[in-house]
């Protein structure tokens, strides 16, 4: 309602201005409402896109659709039993995405594409992988327990995969624009260098700790003396070992044995023989005596290092099947059917097959007028053919009992110049020996070592360290 001056009747004739009420036109407070109808619509509307803004902010980001995984540090050292913080918040960014995840375990006797199916692993998501891991893991090649790990969109393209090889190998996958970036993940491991002595009783095996972590370390003990001790026949008992070794762990579980670092073996007769683990040119280690002869030669004394000899290398022998007197010019080590058998010495495959009562026979020339023979094979090493060169301790066959045998054993017998020899008899030189300045670094670099092996009986903590395992460094277990 609004108050205007009219001139009204006989006052408009007069010229008088008089004063009254008159109403604003209906049109007029219409658009008057309609204007204010309108502010507080946009203060609506802008109260919701704000509170649309916030609500975003806080949602997870769904960073694979956007290829920026790749620059993301790749720090899962393990599929699902350890992951990092880091991994634990990544994984649960990507699963709240509504992104899907895989696990598998290769089995014994699966293939790849067997435990893909297991898992119900999407096809495009097979190829993607496979795609990634190329050039890093060998699918045809696989290990039981080697674990994998896929995370995948609803379109089943890969945000993030890996592949676990052992506890201190696995690798990460991540899209990139032209695929993907794959890199060898970081891993701590703990490392205790400890001294384990004890006394030869019934055997080699019987020396050490009832609570051996792997008997691989046995049969590494023995290489090392392999051509100095036949542990097959020159073991007494009374003779004592003593050696250094380092235990690998992760996150307090043991992962396997590491160098053996010294290793000392005395015979009750007094006789002690002894090595250290040393590079003289900073690059190649191999084991010396404390006076700087290499210990190995141009052959081992036994391709099978822990058995036992069933028969002597004798000029009248009773032969066990054919049960005559005849010459046996070789050495007979039984041991269980399918246990590795070694190559004695450098050299190349002459003969390889079936010949008549040796069975499965393997005849290698090393040069300097030297065979050696390896009979009674239940196989050979699919890889070696005749022509193939072979390195000494190379697996070439397995222990069988093809031929003419009571049981699995190897006839191993040496030939030289046409001549057999008996194996256990013949001295042969050490390959290197060190002089001058190598010869003392060799001296100041194992007077530690020598003090350790001195430890008394059982195992005994000499320290740990920490170390992490990165990108193109390797790590060697026995």
Known sequence: MTYTYKKVGAARDMGILKFCRTRKPRNQTMQALKKFLYSIHCLTVTIFALLCLFLFSNLPRPIGNDRQLASQDSVENGISNSPTDHNRSNLAELLKAGYNEIHGTIQRGDSLARSFEKHDVPSLARAQFIQAFKNKVDFTNLHPGEQYSIVHDNNNQIVKSVYRV????????????????????????????????????????????????????????????????????????????????????????FIGYGNILAARYKKVSGEVLEAFYHAPDNKNFCYFDSTGNELGSSFIRSPVPIGRVS???????????????????????????????????????????????????????????????????????????????????????????????????????????????????????PKSILQGKQLEDLRQSIGALTRNLSKNQGENLIETKAINLVENQKLTLL
């Open 166 to 253: 052992n506890p201190y190998t696995s690798y990460t996958a991540l899209p990139v624009a032209n695929g993907f970036k794959v890199v060898r993940d970081e891993v701590q491991l703990q490392v205790k260098t400890v001294a384990i002595s004890g006394e030869v009783s019934s055997s080699l095996f019987a020396a050490f700790p009832d609570d051996l972590k792997s008997p691989r370390l046995v049969y590494a003990f023995a290489d090392i003396f392999a051509s100095k001790l036949d542990f097959n026949t020159e073991t007494m008992p009374g003779d004592h070992i003593n050696l250094v070794v380092e235990e690998y762990y992760r996150l307090n579980e």
């Open 311 to 429: 028969s002597s290398f004798s000029y009248n022998r009773m032969h066990p099947v054919l049960g005559i007197v005849r010459p046996h010019l070789g050495v007979d080590l039984a041991a269980p059917s399918g246990t590795p058998v070694m190559a004695s010495a450098d050299g190349r495959i002459i003969s390889m097959g079936s010949n008549g009562g040796f069975g499965n026979l393997i005849v290698i020339a090393h040069g300097n007028d030297f065979k050696s023979f390896y009979g009674h094979l239940s196989g050979y090493n699919n890889n070696l053919h005749v022509g193939s060169l072979v390195r000494q301790k190379q697996i070439i066959g397995y222990v069988g009992a093809t031929g003419l045998a009571t049981g699995p054993h190897l006839d191993y017998r040496l030939q030289y110049r046409g001549v057999f020899k008996n194996p256990f008899a013949i001295k042969f030189q």
